[in-house]
């Protein structure tokens, strides 16, 4: 089954959004954590599917 381009970027959309809401929880449940390399993964593909809307 293949996506057509605008089913592909709503799904992004959405993967996006989620890590957004994720992100945001993080931060809420703890500020002073430290930066882990999970977190640091997360931003990056964060930043990457960003890029994709601008």
Known sequence: MWLTASELRFLLHQVNSRIDNFRNHQIVLSLSM????????LDIVHFLLSAIYL
Request: overall charge neutral.
């Open 34 to 41: 430290a930066s882990t390399p999970f977190n640091h993964a």
